[in-house]
């Protein structure tokens, strides 16, 4: 055993691999703003072929509640085809609104089906993986949708 280092070394049987995999390595791939931007539309206009979009005028808490948040759920599950928002799965529904509003955000918090952000900071990946999108004050967030996806470089 003289000379050959560690029993980890690759010259002994069950020792580590020569040139193996190190944790080092980054696979991020850039994607232009361009990419970007057509996927959040391609993923919009998906949602809305599938009938997966729901548009509620207006959708603000005066305080913090999970209750009513709750109770707002089970009404917009009354919506024929939205019937899975009741049945609490998994990665259920994404509220979109139009601009950063605190209560409303900790009134949904502590449900795990459902997510919310602002139409400034929706994404393609976020679209596609929740089944619904609840848009709430649609005018509003289109507008910024709208402005968003119509940038040229």
Not at 6 to 14: H, T
Not at 82 to 108: C, G, H, Q, Y
Not at 132 to 140: G, K, L, R, T, Y
């Amino acid at each position: 055993r003289a000379r050959h280092g560690s029993v980890r070394s690759p010259i002994w049987r069950g020792g580590g691999v020569t040139f193996g995999p190190s944790n080092e390595r980054n696979f991020k791939q850039k994607v232009s703003k361009s990419e970007k931007r057509q996927a959040v539309a391609s993923a919009l206009s998906a949602k809305r072929g599938d009938n997966q979009v729901l548009l509620v005028e207006g959708l603000s808490f005066e305080k913090p509640s999970a209750h009513q948040a709750r109770a707002v759920l089970t009404q917009l599950a009354s919506v024929k085809g939205f019937s899975e928002l009741e049945d609490r799965r998994n990665k259920a529904a994404l509220i979109v609104i139009p601009e950063r509003d605190e209560n409303t955000e900790l009134s949904f918090r502590n449900f795990g089906n459902v997510a919310v952000c602002t139409a400034r900071d929706v994404s393609a990946l976020d679209l596609l993986t929740y089944k619904f999108v609840i848009i709430a004050n649609p005018e509003a967030v289109f507008d910024s949708l709208e402005g968003r996806l119509t940038k040229t470089n």
